[in-house]
């Protein structure tokens, strides 16, 4: 079983839509939780991170965490053709450098 | 300014052959690493270097897989007799201090994208 699961999609939405990106986990010791978005032929890009459990909102983008039941979350509102890629979940060991990875969820926004 | 650069960006190899692929990190990162992405697949870690030294390789997934920044700055990973399962996309990103965790961000490169016939 991986440490990090994500369902692969994919996701396909209409324009506007609200998007809900999931994930869980298993190694209680991940404290730091980050989503990546990848474009097809390019590298990850950092879209939001958060420490330990909690909310963060970034302007379309709100990123949640609960270590209680080890989910992590990302939401797009108002979702748009340029949000179409693929997102991964991430996250690493506090003092740790290795990143381990969700497989990644394909999302495409139809407009 | 420039991001992190990677060469070649597409690589076909016989099996068994041996090959080299480059990784330009950003000017004055101090950490870099490796990632193997299998199609369809998320990255997995490979190796991580702060300036010049190899403080993780755990994620190398044999001794044909070996990785080097002799200078602190660019970076070769080497694969040698590669197989048809060593074909994926090659990522490498910097970050600009030692510092775990989203606090630092990791950097990524467009990835070489191997191909073992």
């Known amino acids: ?111 | 300014g420039a991001g992190v650069s990677q060469s070649p960006r597409y690589k076909v190899a016989k099996r068994g052959q041996d090959v080299a692929l480059r990784c330009d990190p950003i000017s004055g990162h101090v950490s870099l690493f490796w990632y193997q992405q299998a199609l369809g697949q998320g990255p997995e870690f490979l190796t991580y270097f702060q300036n010049e030294a190899q403080l993780d390789k755990s994620g190398l997934p044999s001794d044909r897989f070996f990785a080097e920044r002799p200078e602190g700055s660019v970076s070769t990973l080497k694969i040698q007799r590669t197989q048809q399962e060593d074909s994926a996309v090659y990522l490498c990103a910097s970050s600009l201090s030692g510092l775990a965790g989203g606090t630092d961000t990791q950097y990524f490169g467009p990835g070489t994208r191997l191909t073992v016939l």
């Open chain 1, 1 to 111: 079983q991986k440490e990090v699961e994500q369902d692969p999609g994919p996701l396909s939405v209409p324009e506007g839509a609200i998007v809900s990106l999931n994930c869980t986990y298993s190694n209680s010791a991940f404290q730091y939780f980050m989503w990546y978005r990848q474009y097809s032929r390019k590298g990850p890009e950092l879209l939001m991170y958060t420490y330990s459990s909690g909310n963060k909102e970034d302007g379309r983008f709100t990123a949640q965490v609960d270590k209680s039941s080890k989910y992590i979350s990302l939401f797009i509102r108002d979702s748009q053709p340029s949000d179409s890629a693929t997102y991964l979940c991430a996250t690493t060991r506090g003092g740790y450098q290795k990143v381990t990875f969700g497989t990644g969820t394909k999302l495409q926004v139809i407009p």
